[in-house]
């Protein structure tokens, strides 16, 4: 957008300047400067429309440390305007603990266990909680996807609970 501002600036004063040099040689008097005013309203965070994964899910299979994790899914449904996905945050809900995502340490650790392991392409969450991006521009009406891999080990219970928050940063690009 500051792009955009500058280069209509620099036209503006380019086109004052080409104005001024054509009358230069005439003799009348009485030039006069007419002043381009440009009104353009700032984009708030208020101003930001998005919509973004309701929930997450985790699903493990029976004999397996895999977790079938959902992806977060930010879409932009601006027309004019892009978003960027800055960063995403994971925390795990009280009781819980992320662990390093191998499946090794899962295949081995005592059942119901309150452990889980999260990534996002290389990046462990267990390493660190917050995963910053620099290249997750959204574009108007388009979208941006993570996706996660997860492990966890054995229950002797099945279960549904929530483990963990997981907090996306949008801002203007």
């Known amino acids: 957008m500051k792009k955009i501002l ?7 004063l380019l086109s004052t300047c080409s104005i001024g040099m054509a009358f230069a040689n005439e003799t009348t ?4 400067t007419v002043p381009v005013e440009l009104t353009v309203p700032a984009v708030s965070d208020s101003g ?8 997450i899910t985790m699903t493990a299979a029976a ?9 977060l899914v930010v ?33 081995t650790v005592k059942a119901d ?4 392991g999260l990534s996002c392409g290389t990046h462990d969450f267990a390493t660190a909680a917050e995963l910053a991006f620099t290249d997750k521009q959204i574009n108007p009406q388009g979208q941006q996807t993570v996706s996660f891999t997860g492990n966890i080990g054995t229950f002797t219970v099945a279960a549904t609970t929530m483990v963990a928050d997981v907090v996306a940063t949008i801002a203007v690009y």
């Not at 930001?48 to 929930?55: A, D, G, N, Q, V």
Request: proline share 0%; aromatic share 8%.
């Open 29 to 32: 008097a009485g030039g006069k």
């Open 6 to 12: 500058s280069l209509i600036m620099v036209v503006a």
């Open 75 to 107: 879409e932009n449904l601006k027309e004019v305007g892009v978003l960027d996905l800055t960063s995403v945050k994971v925390t795990a809900r009280e009781g819980w603990t992320i662990k390093d995502n191998t499946a090794d340490y899962f295949k």
């Open 48 to 55: 930001i429309e998005f919509t973004i994964s309701e929930k």
């Open 63 to 71: 004999n397996s440390t895999t977790l079938t994790v959902s992806d």
């Open 113 to 116: 266990t309150k452990e889980f």
